[in-house]
């Protein structure tokens, strides 16, 4: 009788406990092995070189690898590319967490990651917001323009004097002693760096004395952010001895 009652014990038991492990199994979290999917479009903005206004383009964003975290992952745990359209999918998903990511290139070579978050039911067919990456030289820089003034001298007298054409302009890194680029000074004495990224900047040119004897002169410009074209705080006064 003893043993009886020992064995619907464990059989009542058995009861209890399948019940914790069907729901568990049930509920294992995002990750492949379901039925349902996360779909949407990635789109591509191109920033362009000798482009003075930031003119920019949109289009589908085709080929290009999008990526899927399932849950609080730190690292990607699939990744797809995107058809002719920029539409992308991951299949046979199960509920869960997801988040979906592409992303743009700045002219250094870093990446930024656009992402969009969603949540998926059983059975169901998920789909994102469109979005958005960039592209091109332009990406992420500014532009510097200033302007450039000059008193043309001969034997240490003024002949001449009006907005400075064909002189040069250079910018380095404020903390460097070396220029990264120069450019030659236009109509209306106009002069413009392209592609610089945020952070401070030296802009210099040269300018002489009555005795020819040249010399650096020199204007700090502080970018914060990209997409814009700041100023030269003062227009460069020089002599230039012909």
Known sequence: MIKHQFSYSRLFLSFLVLPIVLFSSCNIGAGEGGTGSVQGYVKIIMHYDDNYVFQTDTFPAAKKDVFIKYGDNDYFDDDVETDNTGLFRFKYLRPGEYTVYAYSELVTGELVATEQSITIRKN????????????????????????????????????????????????????????FDDVRVGDSGVFMFQKILPGTYKVSTITEDINEIPSYINQTVIIEEADTTIDVPETFQVIINV
């Open 124 to 179: 169901e067919d998920g789909t994102v917001e469109d979005m958005y990456i960039h592209d091109g030289k332009a990406y992420g820089t500014s532009m510097v323009k200033g302007h450039v003034y000059a008193t043309y001298m001969h034997n240490g007298v003024i002949i001449d004097e009006g907005w400075a054409y064909e002189h040069r302009v250079y910018i380095s890194n404020i903390d460097e002693d070396f220029y």
